[in-house]
């Protein structure tokens, strides 16, 4: 029995990360699909958003790359987020994640032959196949030109660009 659970499993969690990976960094093609979004608030203001699938941490990433994209492409040289939202679980990785349960139970019978009593102790173990779940992150950023300023959420464009950009690469 543990020579086929073992493979099936291993198949399952391959074809689960595959379809996690299959939608590449690019725009929102329609309303709830993954990619990015952005919309003018001011001349220098936009709020970005990515929305993905998998974990928190490259979805943000990937609207961190948008905005130091957009904030290039506007003829600016640094970003500031001024707000961040980000939707989505910690464990939203997803695959296959194991659990266990343990119970414990008992019962007694008094009967015409006789009484009876019985108590029991179970274990359980179980995988959960649904798979990733969607995530989102959304930047609030304000543009400018010239030096970054030195607070922590000001972000040199093109360093950004340069750092992130290999992970949008096909």
């Known amino acids: 029995m543990n020579r086929l659970i073992l ?11 595959a379809c996690a990976s299959l939608a590449p960094y690019g725009p ?22 990515y ?13 961190l790359l948008r905005a130091a994209e957009l904030t290039l492409a506007q ?7 001024t707000q961040r939202w980000t939707d989505g679980r910690l464990d939203s990785a997803g695959g296959l994640r194991p659990s266990v349960s343990i119970g414990a139970g008992s019962s007694s019978y008094g009967g015409r032959y006789g009484s009876y009593r ?21 930047l609030e950023v304000v543009m400018g030109n010239g030096e970054t300023p ?21």
């Open 7 to 17: 493979p099936l499993t291993a198949a399952a969690g391959l074809a689960l990360s």
């Open 28 to 49: 929102q093609m329609g309303a709830g699909g993954q990619g990015y979004a952005e919309q003018r608030i001011e001349s220098n203001r936009f709020r970005v958003t």
């Open 51 to 63: 929305n993905g699938v998998g974990a928190p941490g490259p979805v943000a990433d990937f609207a």
């Open 75 to 81: 003829g600016y040289d640094w970003f500031e987020v």
């Open 118 to 138: 019985s108590s029991g102790v179970g274990v359980g173990v179980g995988l959960n196949f649904s798979g990733p779940s969607p995530t989102s992150t959304t």
């Open 150 to 170: 030195d607070r922590p959420n000001a972000y040199d464009a093109s360093d950004v660009r340069d750092s992130l950009g290999w992970r949008a690469a096909p």
